[in-house]
């Protein structure tokens, strides 16, 4: 079972470009499928995108089953995507589902689908309300596009984004163009990033002050601070920084802390900045940035949907996030 090699070729370069751009997708996140015949391609759930060009990310599943085709490069069985389900409904031979920051804005935006049905007037698109990521979700989509196969654009309400095309070059040209779009349409606020004294003497016993600028914004703008640690925004905030990261109201007891340095991979100061231990997975550090970019273009915590404790409790509890978990690099 192999893919005709220059689409092969094509479709490893393209995961690559999505899977090394933090504004598009970040750590395993993600993911871009194809559908030849009877068997579907995509990522298996161990594999970043950015790795497409040095590893072998794709497994093909029997598009009816979903159980994986026994190939030579599919020896370690390894485990499809959890949004397949997701794939398999789209009705194009391309299809890509991203965490885009611009298009999380406004899936998380409480007038989200409102403010995109200006954005987006003439693209085939639909708002999918939140339901839990698999084959709840994908019930979702084939509900609502089941009586107009032409839809090719899907904004997943406190998720991110699907596109679809029969041409992999044409999705994910539709993704940047309408990134573009959503980008121009939710520029973040200009806030003064000036550094703030730091105690010399601190140890920092494995921790490093970060320098990404929206994580700067988040630690030393009291709205950001508290949009953060209001609650869950999106399913991979559950599963990467749930227990991973603590927000210290002042530095008062940030030694106490830094000592216990496998215990919280992020610790966010108010008014100071954010460290990171050496011990954070690249995966939760890329959410943290990617949440923190988001958030950074809100006005208003009202303006926020966050994901409800029901829904919440459902992800922390589903046995495939935590396989995912367990994959955490």
Known sequence: ?????????????????????????????????????????????VFWLSEALTKQIFIPL?????????????????????ET???????????????????MFFSIHKQGESLLRGILKGYNWKWIKYTKPGKNLASEIEKNISSNQNVDILILENHGIVIGSNSI??????????????????????????????NKSFSFNGYSFIENIDAKIVSRNNSFFDYFRS???????IVYLDKNIKFLLNSNNLDKFVKN??????????????????????????IFYALCA????????DDISFLSEFDVESIRSWDSEKYRKKLIK
């Open 231 to 237: 609650g869950f925004v999106i399913p991979d905030q």
């Open 85 to 103: 389900s997701l794939h398999v409904i789209m009705p194009h031979d391309f299809v890509i589902h991203a965490h885009s920051i611009n298009s």
């Open 261 to 286: 340095k496998q215990k919280y991979d992020i610790l966010v100061v108010k008014d100071l900045g954010v460290l990171i231990s050496s011990f954070c997975p690249k995966n939760t550090e890329e």
């Open 1 to 45: 079972m192999l893919i005709d090699t220059k689409i092969n070729n094509l479709l490893n370069l393209i995961s690559y470009q999505v899977g090394r751009n933090i504004n598009l997708t970040q750590g395993a996140g993600g993911n871009i499928s194809y559908k030849s015949g009877d068997s579907l391609w995509i990522k298996a759930s």
């Open 169 to 198: 070059k044409e999705c994910y040209s539709k993704l940047l163009e309408v990134e573009k779009l959503l980008e121009l349409a939710s520029l973040p606020q200009v806030i003064n990033t000036n550094p703030y004294p730091i």
């Open 294 to 301: 988001v958030l950074i273009k809100f006005h208003s915590k």
């Open 62 to 82: 029997d598009i009816h089953s979903l159980k994986a085709i026994k190939t030579d490069k599919n020896s370690e069985n390894l485990k499809p995507s959890i």
